[in-house]
């Protein structure tokens, strides 16, 4: 029972030290973005260390209510299936900010030179930004068969 709480505040722990780690730097005005990158690095490192220890120990079996199967209560399969959608929008709307943010700025320029190459410069910027939809949809077909 005792890990049912401590778990969860070493995860609130870890998110909270880059904020610590940053104000302590801002204060003596050693900030910079390297040390940003390295802090959140770990933190994220160590968040996805207690994602893979937490399934694996008996906390999901506290979930299951007296007479209930363990299938019923979350399964460590569910919790892949909602980790891969998290991943396919994440990752596909970075996909998309990478492209948008090198589109887009080309196509203003462009536009700016010869605005007949308007719809030329658009189309280019909405291929970047499918590339969000089209993980959004992967998703929610991840999704729509956890349950079943």
Do not use: H, R
């Not at 005792?2 to 610590?20: D, E, K, M, S, W």
Request: glycine share 14%; net charge positive; with cysteine.
């Amino acid at each position: 029972m005792l890990n049912l709480f401590l778990i969860p505040l070493l995860a609130v722990a870890l998110l909270l030290a880059p904020f610590a780690v940053m104000a302590k730097k801002i204060k003596t005005g050693k900030s910079s973005p390297k040390s940003a990158f390295i802090a959140n690095l770990c933190t994220f490192a160590g968040i996805m260390l207690i994602g893979l220890i937490l399934p694996f120990g008996n906390i999901v079996s506290f979930a299951a209510e007296e007479g209930s199967t363990i299938k019923e209560a979350i399964t460590t399969g569910a919790g892949l299936g909602y980790l891969a959608a998290g991943l396919s929008v994440g990752l596909s709307c970075i996909g998309s900010g990478i492209a948008v943010g090198s589109g887009a700025p080309a196509a203003i320029g462009a536009t700016s030179e010869d605005p007949k190459n308007f719809v030329k410069s658009l189309i280019f910027v909405v291929l970047g930004e499918g590339i969000a939809l089209y993980g959004l949809l992967i998703s929610i077909l991840i999704i729509s068969n956890i349950g079943g």
